[in-house]
């Protein structure tokens, strides 16, 4: 599970909807809040990025595609360190698509860190889910996303 308190989902989300008919992205920090589950993590704070992808063609462009920079993952974590927060997931938008990860998603997504996938039609952020490596990399399962005061 992860936790997000709503007003960091807001600025999330207005993050990307800002960033839309293009994918945005964001990087969350914070740490397990559970003793022994580490896959239930609350969020502490969102640091929004820009989509550094460059397109190569049409078919891939930053209408479908993003990229967040090593230098801004390093930095992010860097930060979060000094806090004692680790980086508990990666954020971004699919503009007029659902909140599933695409193929491309996986291919490039890593086990142990949440990929929140928000949906945002028509410049409006619809629908946000969750989603988790499994450990022989080969699919995502979903994890409940749980908004707190
Ligand atoms: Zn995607």
Same mark, same amino acid.
């Not at 989902?9 to 994918?23: C, D, I, N, Q, S």
């Given at each position: 599970?992860?936790?997000?308190?709503?007003?960091?989902?807001?600025?999330m989300t207005?993050?990307l909807?800002?960033?839309?008919?293009?994918?945005?992205?964001?990087?969350?920090?914070?740490?397990?809040?559970?003793?022994?589950?580490?896959?239930?993590?609350? $969020?502490?704070?969102?640091?929004? $990025?820009?989509?550094?992808?460059?397109?190569?063609?049409?078919?891939?462009?930053?209408?479908?595609?993003?990229?967040?920079?090593?230098?801004?993952? $390093?930095?992010?974590?860097?930060?979060?360190?000094?806090?004692?927060?680790?980086?508990?997931? $990666?954020f971004?938008s699919h503009?007029?698509?659902?909140s599933?990860?695409?193929?491309?998603?996986?291919?490039?997504?890593?086990?142990?860190?949440?990929?929140v996938i928000v949906s945002v039609?028509?410049?409006?952020a619809?629908n946000a889910?969750?989603?988790?490596?499994?450990?022989?990399?080969?699919?995502?399962?979903?994890?409940?996303?749980?908004?707190?005061?």
């Amino acid at each position: 599970m992860l936790t997000i308190p709503k007003p960091l989902f807001e600025k999330m989300t207005r993050h990307l909807e800002a960033g839309y008919p293009y994918e945005a992205c964001g990087i969350l920090v914070g740490e397990t809040d559970h003793p022994t589950d580490p896959r239930t993590r609350l $969020v502490h704070d969102v640091v929004l $990025v820009a989509n550094a992808w460059e397109a190569v063609n049409e078919r891939e462009s930053q209408h479908n595609r993003y990229l967040i920079s090593p230098d801004e993952y $390093v930095r992010a974590d860097r930060a979060a360190s000094k806090r004692g927060w680790d980086i508990v997931g $990666v954020f971004h938008s699919h503009p007029d698509h659902p909140s599933q990860p695409s193929e491309m998603d996986r291919s490039q997504a890593w086990p142990g860190i949440s990929y929140v996938i928000v949906s945002v039609c028509d410049g409006k952020a619809t629908n946000a889910r969750s989603w988790l490596l499994r450990h022989e990399r080969d699919a995502f399962e979903e994890e409940e996303i749980r908004l707190v005061d």
